[in-house]
C-alpha cells in the first residue's frame, strides 16, 4: 500500500480565496484524522471520521472550515474563505480501529495564505 | 481535559550519547493510551510505541526504551547510543476515552532532538 496520500504537498493562495486538500487513507482504514501544525499551537485534532461518518468536529476552528468524507478512499477539508492565520501544515491520518491505536500520517500539505 | 507536557523543547547531542525525552501527562480516565511519534526532517509523523494505562510494562526496542510511571504520569523516552539518523522532533500524545467514545490525539508541543557527529 502507498500509505495515506494527500494533495497538494504545497499550496499557496490568497486571502479570501478558497482551498481545498485532499486525502486518500490507507485501504482498509475505517478511521480518517485532520490534524493541523503550527508552531504556535503545535499539532491538533480538527476532525475525525468513522466509516466516512464524523465522530467528532470540536477541534474545527470555526465556520470557514469543513470536511467531507464521500467515501472509505477520500476526504477533503475545505477552509472558505482563507486568512493569513490558516497558514499550517495540515496532517490526513488513517487507523484500522480508532484514535487508540496506531495512527498512519501523510505528508502534511503546507499551506500559505498570503 | 488531557494534557501533554514535553518540557524541553530542544535537546543537543553528541552522537553515541544517551538521551531522555520526558513525558509527563494529565488526564482524569483511568482508561487512556500513550503514543510517541517521530517527526524526522521529511515532515511526516512515524509511529513508535503505543501503551496502554493499565500496562505499565517498561519496553525495549533495540536502542529505544519507553518508561512508563502512573505514579508520577509520565511516560519517557530513552534512546540508547544516539545516531545522527535519530535526529528529529519526538511528539509524545495521550488518547482517552470521554462520554462513550474514544478521543483523538492530544500531542504534546514535541521536543527537538539533535544528534551531531
Known amino acids: 500500500d502507498a500509505g495515506v496520500i494527500q494533495s497538494p504537498r504545497h499550496e499557496v493562495t490568497e486571502m479570501g480565496q478558497e482551498v481545498t486538500l485532499r486525502c486518500k487513507p490507507i485501504s482498509g482504514h475505517d478511521y480518517l484524522f485532520w490534524y493541523r501544525q503550527t508552531m504556535m499551537r503545535g499539532l491538533e485534532l480538527l476532525i475525525y471520521f468513522n466509516n466516512n461518518v464524523p465522530i467528532d468536529d470540536s477541534g474545527m476552528p470555526e465556520d470557514r472550515f469543513s470536511a467531507k468524507m464521500p467515501n472509505a478512499s477520500f476526504s477533503t477539508l475545505k477552509i472558505q474563505p482563507s486568512e493569513p492565520r490558516d497558514s499550517a501544515v495540515y496532517f490526513c491520518?488513517?487507523?484500522?480501529?480508532?484514535?487508540?491505536?496506531?495512527?498512519?500520517f501523510g505528508q502534511g500539505t503546507r499551506l500559505t495564505v498570503v | 481535559a488531557q494534557k501533554v507536557t514535553q518540557a524541553q523543547t530542544e535537546i543537543s547531542v553528541v552522537e553515541k550519547e544517551d538521551v531522555t525525552l520526558d513525558c509527563v501527562y494529565e488526564?482524569?480516565?483511568?482508561?487512556?493510551?500513550l503514543f510517541w511519534y517521530k517527526q524526522p526532517p521529511s515532515g511526516e509523523l512515524v509511529f513508535l510505541i503505543r501503551?496502554?494505562?493499565?500496562?505499565?510494562q517498561n519496553e525495549i526496542s533495540g536502542r529505544y526504551s519507553w518508561n512508563f510511571q502512573k505514579s508520577t504520569s509520565s511516560f519517557n523516552f530513552t534512546i540508547t547510543a544516539s545516531q545522527v539518523v535519530d535526529s528529529a522532533v519526538y511528539f509524545c500524545a495521550l488518547s482517552e476515552n470521554s462520554g462513550g467514545g474514544a478521543d483523538g490525539l492530544t500531542f504534546g508541543k514535541g521536543t527537538h532532538l539533535i544528534i551531531q557527529p
Open positions: 501503551r496502554n494505562s493499565f500496562d505499565e
Open positions: 488526564t482524569r480516565d483511568t482508561t487512556y493510551y
Open positions: 491520518a488513517s487507523s484500522l480501529a480508532g484514535p487508540n491505536t496506531e495512527a498512519f
